[in-house]
């Protein structure tokens, strides 16, 4: 009696009723095989593969199984070749393994034998099936084309979103739970919070991600709003909606640019913190290192790129402490800027609750006019033509308010402005003596902080900040430098100026308010 083994493989949970379930192909090879008088000795089946590779795990475990049996087996028994294999080189190359195995192969939809008739309508069977493989490659291709040009998403949706269907259109909208998470993520970044500690932060909120897969996410346009693939660039469409504003992207980029990191081999070190932080007067950043002399080790900063620039540990550490108190002095707020911003915040409090309260009120609206318009469909005072078109306006609206109302700020969750006033007043006046109690990770956060692109040290000289400091007259406008602004214009200086002040309050807050 001839011995048989039976392959079915189904690539997706859908094919239930097209003939090509595992259901259907188990009863189709057991009836075939009762009919020619085979004995069937066992079936291997591939849930979730595509036929177009041979790198299936069930097709392995079959193949290393006739290796095993060699000679005991003489059949091989598949619905039909697509089912085997969609490409016509990847059949030959199985069948020409089986038959060195002296196994041959029978569909039970196509008929052929090992006649030169047969042999022919066996290839013309494989190349066939690869024919409709491509075709619908093809279709799919041009699909997935146009529907980015149109603005449309089409793959697993990023971070900070997810999939939905409109029409039986495919897109994305943010996610309420995630989306909030990648927008702080981003803030974080461009508060020169350390990428590892960002990465870390977003595990511990429930977003498992690698180091190469964060890179990636944090480069990926998606987040403003744009679309790249097949050749083409486009704006995404509703409700598909940038989460991030571009400066807030183009910051995030700069963060995390190798050149704002000191190299790639870099590690912390608790001998040398300020490697990282500290540049030499050509703008690179000094490395660090132990010199061995006179019996003695010596610990030097020194630079790549200059010859002869090595600076003691000890002298660059004390002009940083220096360069501490001088930002402490200048930094800290005084009774009259607490007074101004306490103004400010007041102010600005007020706008966003009476802009929280017009969407809240909007979408209401919105939300009562789709109940009023279902009820005039089924009385049948509105056709249903026009009735569609009017609910998918409604709806776009509902979700450009929805977006709106996600990437604002939760009001209950801002800080009251006295504990951040207070918070800024402590933690700036005691910066420099809690840089040098405190442990490595926390003072590379300080430096990141205050210092986000570096400080230059000349040898044997002050240093000089790289960056201008927050709430001094190099970051923002002070009261007292407005004078000879008038109009329009110096109403912009003060509230830019104010706002500058309060977000860096807040972003020292949110920083290092639980270190």
């Known amino acids: 009696m001839v011995q048989a083994i039976a392959y079915i493989r189904v690539s997706t949970d859908r094919q239930a009723t097209d003939g090509t379930s595992l259901v259907t192909q188990r009863r189709r090879v057991v009836e075939y095989t009762a009919l020619k008088g085979y004995r069937l000795v066992k079936q291997f089946v591939e849930e979730g593969e595509s036929a177009k590779t041979d790198n299936r795990p069930v097709l392995k475990q079959m193949l290393r199984y006739c290796e095993t049996e060699r000679g005991k087996i003489d059949l091989l028994v598949v ?26 192969v029978e ?105 190469n897969g964060f890179y990636k996410m944090v480069r ?34 700069t963060a995390i640019a190798p050149s704002n990191h000191p190299g790639v081999n870099q590690l912390d070190h608790e001998d040398f913190p300020l490697r990282g932080t500290v540049r030499c007067a050509c703008g690179a950043y000094l490395t660090a290192c132990w010199s061995k002399g006179n019996k003695r080790r010596y610990a030097y900063y020194r630079c790549r790129t200059c010859p002869r620039v090595n ?88 979700r450009q308010i929805n977006a709106k109302l996600s990437k604002s700020r939760s009001l209950d969750r801002e800080p009251h402005f006295d504990v951040l006033i207070e918070f800024g007043t402590r933690f700036l006046r005691q910066v420099s003596e809690m840089w040098q109690d405190a442990e490595i990770c926390l003072k590379k956060q300080i430096q990141s902080f205050l210092f986000p692109s570096g400080s230059i040290v000349v040898s044997n000289t002050h240093p000089r900040t790289a960056a201008k400091a927050p709430l001094t007259d190099g970051k923002v406008l002070p009261t007292g430098s407005l004078v ?32």
């Open 79 to 104: 619905p039909k070749i697509d089912r085997f294999a969609r490409y016509s080189e990847d059949y030959h190359h199985l069948k020409r393994q089986l038959r060195n195995l002296g196994i041959r």
């Open 107 to 211: 569909s039970i939809d196509e008929r052929f034998d090992d006649s030169p008739a047969g042999k022919f309508l066996e290839s013309m069977l494989a190349a066939t099936a690869q024919f409709d493989n491509d075709v619908r490659s093809e279709r799919t291709y041009n699909g997935m084309r146009e529907a980015v040009s149109q603005g449309r998403w089409v793959w697993k949706a990023p971070t900070g979103y997810r999939n939905i269907r409109i029409d039986g259109r495919a897109n994305i909208e943010p996610d309420p739970r995630t989306a909030p998470l990648v927008i702080e993520a981003f803030e974080k970044l461009a508060r020169r919070v350390r990428v590892t500690d960002v990465r870390e932060w977003l595990n511990e909120q429930g977003i498992p991600i690698r180091r």
């Open 220 to 253: 990926n346009r998606v987040y403003i709003g744009i679309i790249e693939a097949f050749g083409v660039t486009s704006r995404g469409v509703l409700p598909f909606t940038p989460l991030i504003p571009f400066e807030l992207f183009e910051s995030a980029q």
């Open 311 to 398: 600076i003691g540990r000890e002298f660059v550490e004390s002009q940083f402490l220096m360069q501490l108190q001088r930002l402490s002095a200048a930094m800290t707020p005084d009774d009259q800027m607490a007074a101004d911003l306490r103004s400010f915040w007041d102010g600005t409090q007020r706008q966003l609750r009476v802009r929280f309260e017009e969407l809240e009120r909007d979408r209401e609206r919105i939300e009562s006019q789709q109940a009023n318009l279902v009820r005039k469909v089924a009385d049948g005072v509105v056709p249903d033509h026009l009735a569609k078109q009017m609910l998918q306006e409604n709806e776009s609206k509902l």
């Open 484 to 515: 000879h602004v008038g109009g329009p214009q110096r109403q912009k200086c003060e509230h830019d100026a104010a706002l500058s002040k309060v977000e860096f309050l807040r972003d020292l807050y949110d920083t290092f308010g639980n270190a």
